[in-house]
């Protein structure tokens, strides 16, 4: 019956005839009420074991995320499937807040999203006790670990919740986590059971590839000249993807830039684009990716090393979720070997720097001494890096620290979209009109697209009100400012910039109490993350994706045979004599008709049969030679 009704959710909403594999073994364990892991690579359907069983048991789940525009994308394609989500996040108003509890209370409402900080709302948690609570879901799960590389403690929060409801069941999700952290999680969540789901962690149709190069971007453009497709380009800082962006465009590559300072319209539209595959490469920090679904990305390149392989595992499995052949690659020069031992110094902080930009933090945003608990501002992290004369590197690393002893809490920007709310009658904004011709477009424009902008606040697009101003966007803005300042509307822009709360009030920075022991511990794993990749680019004889996922706790695995090393090794059966005759027979042969293996396999008459398979094995892995449908091969171009 289970079964049943499971499959025929999986159908009506999703449209798919199957679960893939592990999902509905983990779907059933959380609805016969199991505390549940669910260990997942990245694309590999996570979302769906805890969507399905709530549908299901037809109640709420509550569904604790990091990021608020993982949260959006969620609900929003939730939504679009005809089923009830909603998510809380900062920069929401108190009615639209009160609204959506309302509704998660007496309406059927299937999810509701927030971020783990909003559990310590008090008013939250009595109005949750009210809903009718069917499953707790905790996505990101490592971040509640010690142990894991994103650790973020308003997740240990999450614990005291089950306090409050010990008979619903939790299902925790990650992509990323070893064995030291999957046990840290199953302690930090008051796990009733053991019932850990693992799915391999085993990529078969992704190939890794370490690089070598001393000119990065001369080799990025000769794999995007090889490997076809939609692909993605890690880079380190904001500046580095608008410069390679504007260099592969050069090159007559479709490509554009993204990183967490553009405007979230912005960072919106150019994700579309990406996605729908008008812009071929994105070119971005590691902002970019988190909950996007795309299958048919057929390369993940990083230019610069990642802080760990955790970090580096999870964005390179966003290549090939369609299991079809795709390409991870790291670029790396013997400086960066040298680089990752100076990052251990220049990015960790020392209790002087944590101290130092502690007080400047407090005073941009003018907080006195002795005050300032609880109150939340807007966190200009360049300014603070500017102010402090730190790197923003080691700004975030010293911020990460605080918020990890508990002094100030991180959290993201405002909603992707502003909102704004009339607070004058219909006589007075008529009043202006005619006196100020110059405001009467814009007014009238919004009191034609923001329904309900007399009651509350409604989301407002300046970039749609400046198309049918004919006005440049900017020009809107400064109208909507104009009409805020002089109260006849409350306009509350997007900001786009991260929020910072003090836990405490603020004290001189000599005062300021820092638990020494857990720095120690923090900069050793910082090293530990560090050493963890050194070593995986230095390695030459294991295979890299044995390596990889070892390092997650998978025993028994077998070499790939595509990455980087594998391919080495098979090379060194074949001598590069016979690699280049048999290709150059191979192109000539095959490079404008698709031939059979018996057709070509007689190649030469010299040419000894072992050396012509080994060759094309060679080649195909190279993806020099390309096997098609019909089980014939052509070279590809």
């Known amino acids: 019956m289970v079964s049943e009704t499971i499959n025929r959710i999986l159908k009506q ?115 949750l006790a009210k809903m009718p609570l069917k499953l707790i879901a905790i996505d990101e799960a490592h971040c509640i670990s010690q142990w894991g590389y994103d650790f973020r403690p308003s997740y240990l929060q999450i614990a005291e919740l089950r306090e409050s409801f010990p008979q619903i069941p939790v299902i925790a999700l990650t992509a990323t986590a070893t064995p030291q952290v999957v046990d840290d999680i199953q302690q930090k969540l008051s796990f009733k059971n053991g019932n850990v789901f693992k799915k391999s962690f085993v990529r078969s149709n992704l190939a890794y590839v370490v690089r070598d190069s001393q000119d990065k971007t001369a080799e990025l453009e000769n794999i995007l000249a090889k490997v076809k497709g939609s692909s993605v380009v890690y880079v380190k800082s904001r500046k580095e993807t608008k410069r390679i962006s504007d260099l592969l465009q050069h090159k007559n590559i479709s490509a554009d830039f993204y990183h967490a300072g553009l405007s979230n319209a912005e960072r919106a539209r150019k994700q579309e684009n990406w996605i729908q595959n008008k812009t071929r490469v994105i070119v971005c920090t590691n902002a970019f990716g988190m909950g996007i679904d795309k299958p048919d990305v057929r390369s993940v390149i990083h230019t610069d090393v990642p802080d760990s392989i955790e970090a580096y595992f999870q964005e390179a499995g966003r290549a090939g979720r369609d299991e079809k052949k795709a390409y991870a690659v790291l670029l790396t020069q013997k400086t960066d070997i040298t680089q990752i031992d100076n ?98 477009l814009i007014t009238k424009l919004i009191l034609r697209s923001c329904e309900g902008v007399f009651e509350d606040y ?114 060194k059966s074949i001598t590069n004599d016979d690699i280049e005759t048999i290709s150059a027979l191979l192109q000539k042969l095959i490079s404008s008709e698709e031939k059979s293996l018996e057709e070509i396999k007689f190649i030469h008459p010299e040419i000894k049969q072992e050396a012509f398979i080994n060759t094309l094995t060679f080649l195909l892995d190279m993806n020099r030679v390309k096997r098609t449908s019909g089980n014939k091969f052509i070279w590809v171009a």
């Open 343 to 440: 990052r251990i110094e220049s990015e960790f902080p020392t209790v002087e720097e944590i101290k130092h930009c502690f007080n400047q933090l407090n005073q941009q945003s003018l907080i006195p001494i002795d005050t300032g608990e609880e109150k939340t501002y807007d966190l200009d992290i360049a300014l603070l890096a500017e102010k402090s004369k730190l790197k923003p590197a080691k700004v975030m690393a010293i911020l990460k620290l605080l918020e990890q002893q508990k002094i100030i809490e991180l959290s993201e920007g405002y909603d992707a979209t502003s909102r704004i709310t009339c607070i004058v009658g219909n006589q007075t904004l008529y009043k202006l009109q005619s006196e100020q011709k110059q405001f009467e």
């Open 458 to 571: 409604t989301k407002i697009d300046e970039y749609s009100i400046a198309k049918r101003m004919k006005a440049p966007v900017n020009v809107v803005i400064d109208q909507l400012n104009w009409l805020n300042n002089n109260k006849y509307f409350s306009y509350r822009q997007n900001k786009n910039l991260p929020l910072v709360t003090l836990l405490q009030n603020r004290v001189p920075a000599d005062k300021l109490q820092l638990d020494f022991k857990y720095l120690t511990f923090r900069k050793e794993q910082f090293i530990n993350n560090l050493t963890g990749i050194r070593n995986y680019i230095n390695n030459h004889h294991t295979c890299r994706s044995m390596m990889l996922t070892a390092y997650f706790g998978e025993t028994d695995l077998v070499p790939c045979g595509t990455c980087d090393v594998c391919l080495s090794e098979k090379k």
């Open 13 to 127: 909403y999703w449209g798919f005839d199957q679960f893939r594999p592990l999902q509905s073994e983990i779907i059933n364990s959380v609805i016969s009420g199991h505390d549940t892991l669910a260990l997942m690579p990245t694309g590999g359907g996570k979302s769906l074991c805890f969507q399905v069983p709530t549908l299901a048991l037809n109640g709420l789940c509550l569904v604790i995320s990091p990021l608020i525009a993982l949260m959006k994308d969620q609900v929003e394609n939730l939504n679009k499937k005809g089923i009830n989500a909603k998510a809380l996040y900062t920069g929401l108003t108190y009615s639209e807040t009160d609204r959506i509890l309302d509704a998660c209370i007496f309406s059927n409402v299937n999810f509701l999203y927030v971020s783990p900080e909003r559990l310590q709302n008090e008013t939250f948690r009595i109005r």
